[in-house]
């Protein structure tokens, strides 16, 4: 599906952002593990989280959806050894924390995912879990990857050399699934709603003082139940709104309900300090996570040099930011993100492909990019690439704001992996994206 964005003369109204893909996945995962009724409300039904749902069926969870509702039965039996292959997808957050669950429950399973993710590498969990005890082999490094059991260690500990919550995830999973204890140590912090969650559910984790940052010790836990765990909205989908409304004239967008967790909303800090005017209101806490409204009007931009340590809390934000550095002033400069090569899509060459096509003046590193920003309309009416990525394909529609002759992004149908009402609520705002042969 090729979609055209064009120009448009404002950006008002109110949109109440989609469940987070993250916080959806982990609800699933955890609450499956609970083993007692539970209902989930706010879920993302996406692509992803719903390849998340099916895998943890097919081990024997009793996940049913109702009324837009997520309703996770207490399960009669043990989890099963699945009798099919579990396809995680385009689901990256989805392989690797299954993977961390049936290995912590000592399952044989085949995990497999579409093309994209069957070329995302594996060997970051893979070479842990072995380390922990479990038996498990992959297809040099990446998917279909096979466990057939094995006995976790108890008091594991972990050193991280990448800082990646998919990583983090899939080990405490692993542990908690096993009734084991396991100590990390992450090298920056990246997002932490496993930890938030399992904490939500009165499990006993804690974290290095001053003098050990970045420690995660998970002692043996027994989760309590609850009847009901509501999804915050996903701060990543919030941001393509939010750029959208910095970058359109006489713009005012209220996005209600976005998870502000410290650890996912580094782009407020970004903007704030590239001069964007943003508000967040009705702020408070839900099962344990930070939540509020965010008014965000037009603003003129300036470039800003990234600081390093925000990265990982800015990581599926950098397609957007490099849309709003693309109409700041001034060149903005983003480094240390060699993550980006092996998201959905390598994203740092999918951004500087879809630069170039608008005449966008940058430079293309290997773990970042320059950018050379104006106050600008694009005038340029080649097709952007989208890789089959739903955040480049998202993030090049939002540049279509600014464009005279309207930006097309080809293969835009993984938008539903992660925000399928995204045409829905940016066209109800004033956007004007539609299907193109
Ligand atoms: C995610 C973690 C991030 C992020 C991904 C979702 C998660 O990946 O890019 O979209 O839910 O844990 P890494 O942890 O591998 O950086």
Known sequence: MNLISNQ???LKGEALCPGDKSISQRILILGSLLNSNLIID????ANDPNSTLN???KIGASILKKDGKIILFKREKNFLQP???LDLGNSGTGARLILGLVSGLGLNTRLV????????PMLRVVNPLKDMGVDIETNDGKLPVKTSGGEINNFFEYKMPVASAQVKSCL???ALSSNKEIKIFEPKKTRDHTERMIEYFGGDIKYGDSKNPGEIKLNKTKLKSRNVYSIVGDFSSASFIIVAALIAPKSNVIIRNVGLNKTRNGLIKVLLSMGASLKITNKKTKCNEEVGDILVTSSKLNSVIVPEKIIPNIIDEIPILSIAASFAEGKTIIKNASELK???SDRLHAISDGLLKLKINHELFYDGLSIEGHDRQIDTNEIIDSYDDHRIAMSFLVAGIRSKKGITVKDCKNIETSFPNF???MNNLGMSIDEKN
């Open 423 to 425: 045409i829905e609520i």
């Open 8 to 10: 448009i003369s404002c």
């Open 113 to 120: 995912g579409d093309s994209s993710l069957s070329n995302r």
């Open 55 to 57: 895998a943890l069926n």
């Open 42 to 45: 706010g879920f993302l039904d």
């Open 172 to 174: 405490i999973l692993a």
């Open 342 to 344: 092996i998201k959905e």
């Open 83 to 85: 009798e099919e292959d």
